[in-house]
């Protein structure tokens, strides 16, 4: 049996290619950042705070303007007050919706979380329950379904449609910005009112464009993940049109105060400093999955992306075929974990989800998946959907090590 040691040897050179393919766009998307910085004059100020209502908080609003322009989007909303990035989608959906609206998705069935957000299963808070109209389109071999989604929108009137790029816990592929643009130009052009939503977790700063360039009316993610660099110990952001981030702020705080109100509570320096790490932390986390994939193929499984091939999200997926060796590997990320290290994960119920998670997450902030973490759901064919990691070289450590704790035993 080869050593670990021996198979990353092998490996190495083949990292290079890919390697060098981050390290590019961590350049250009740190420029983007920078340039964010200078054009709304980001000064030491910004990091005072506010309590109470929160009014004339300029470290906040000059985030949210720091966040428009990496979007390049009319405005933005990004607070504490949001509890993560499910909650910034309830809040989307909420706001933008109405009695009778239909609510389509045509990346297939959502993120576990929101189920219970849009009525998918039974909830007396849901969407549905107030009398919002759901559907959902299947992608058909990873493609959009233009054909179905066409249909659909000739013969009804759809108020949002929804996109999730990452795969969530499903098999499929996370949507490219290219394929991305395309449906949507076709959306527009059959219907020109829909509002274009794009859950963007785990995608920002891992291309070169964001979703509002290319056409996306308003795109949700979370600052416990890509945008909060590690440092952001909570919050979300949704940046898009100027009147639906409106509706959006009505929704979060108060009807006629929107914007306006939610202290900082002296979060604005953690913000502003997760966001001008977020590129190189995306890229380490990048790096991490390359190799991820690059030594589970080695060893025989199967993986989802190929090491190679490009990437849309920081999510790199082993399809183990066999509950053992996931929670082996789980137990492993755990157990080279910064924090509770001396914890053994075990699957459980979670809230949201259907089936039994195991979840590895030895993290400074709790549930934070820009911090290298691993999970799955307890179901055929137990994928583990492994993401993050704060620097290359602790997420190296950690695999190499889950590795030995996986082949041995
Ligand atoms: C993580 C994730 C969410 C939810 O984000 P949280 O911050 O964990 O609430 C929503 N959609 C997708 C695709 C995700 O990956």
Known sequence: MKTIDSIYNEIKESLKEPFQKVEEICEYNSEKVIRAFWENNVSENHFNTTTGYGYGDIGRDTIEKVFASIFKAEDALVRNQFISGSHALTVTLFA????????????????????????????????????????????????????????????????????????????????????????????????????????????????????????????????????GGGMAPNGAYIVGKKDLIKLCAERLTIPGEGKEVGPSLGINKEFLKGLFFAPSVVKSSLKTAILTSAMLEKIGYEVEPKAHEDRVDIVQNIIFHNKEDLIKYCEGIQMSSPIDSNVLPIPDDMPGYDDKVIMAAGAFTQGSSIELSCDGPLRKPYIAYQQGSLTYEYGKIAVLKALEHLTNK
């Open 96 to 227: 933008l919706l109405r009695p009778n609206d239909i609510l389509l998705s045509i990346t297939g069935t959502p993120y576990d979380t929101l189920h219970e957000v849009i009525g998918i299963k039974e909830n007396k808070s849901s969407l549905k329950s107030f009398g919002i109209k759901y559907d959902e389109i299947d992608l058909i071999n990873n493609e959009f379904d233009e054909e179905k989604i066409t249909n659909y929108l000739k013969e009804n009137q759809v108020k949002v449609i929804e996109i999730q790029r990452s795969k969530g816990y499903s098999t499929r592929k996370s949507i490219s910005i290219e394929k991305l643009e395309k449906i949507i130009k076709l959306i527009k052009k059959m219907s020109p009112n829909t509002i274009v939503m794009v859950d963007n977790c785990y995608c920002e700063l891992v291309n070169k464009k964001e979703p509002i360039e290319i056409g996306a009316d308003i795109c949700v993610g979370s600052l416990i993940k890509n945008l």
